[in-house]
């Protein structure tokens, strides 16, 4: 099977939309179909950039406060499903779930919440669920799909992008998986070191 991969659906969910109008416009003059949530979706859709709301996919709204929005099978399949497979390429077609080729999150800012002194509700308010899942799914699936873990990685994506275009080898997905990794790891040890003051 061949290593490289075209990116042709993009999942975007982020907590910081700053230094994302670039690559957003990259994508979509590469052809890339967008895909998001809430104000990730309104602010790609100010940018005049057509894009698909996850709630459309799954045909769930989202749900109990926004603590719901891309927790489903039609996403997290999108993700996973394994291209080479042909049990996965069936079940994929028989639940209508689609390809997701990138993910981009950019987690919900937990370690600065802390440091805010805000309350412990609206710290906890601030562990990221969704995101970090898509973080590891994504990054578990790197010989299919890229991982962008966060907008520390925006800089490298924009210049595979502009390398490359709407493709990828496996050296790069899996680059992007171990940083990917490391900032689920980072974000997981906060929230630990968190919990052990209390």
């Known amino acids: 099977m061949a290593e490289t991969r075209k990116i042709k659906k993009a999942l975007v969910s982020v907590y910081h939309k700053d230094g994302l109008d670039e690559i957003l416009r990259t994508l979509n003059s590469l052809g890339v179909e967008l895909l998001s949530t809430g ?27 926004g603590r719901v929005k891309t927790l489903h099978p039609k996403i997290f399949g999108g993700i996973l499903g394994r291209r080479e497979l042909e049990d996965d390429r069936r079940q994929m077609a028989q639940y209508e779930i689609p390809d997701i080729d990138l993910v981009i999150v950019d987690l919900y800012p937990f370690e600065d919440t802390v440091k805010s002194g805000a309350s412990e509700a ?17 990054a578990k699936n790197f010989r299919d799909v890229i991982i962008v ?26 680059r992007f998986a171990t940083e990917a990794f490391g900032v689920s790891s980072h974000y997981d040890t906060a929230i630990h070191a968190y919990f052990e003051t209390k």
């Open 122 to 138: 609206d710290i906890i308010e601030k562990i990221d669920i969704g995101g970090i899942s898509l973080i590891r799914a994504a």
């Open 149 to 174: 873990p966060s907008k520390a990685q925006y800089a490298s994506l924009l210049e595979l992008l502009k390398t490359r275009g709407a493709e990828s080898e496996l050296e790069d997905r899996r």
């Open 39 to 65: 104000g990730t979706q309104a602010f790609i859709e100010s940018l005049g950039i057509p894009c698909e709301k996850v709630e459309d996919v799954t045909t769930y709204p989202s749900i109990l406060g």
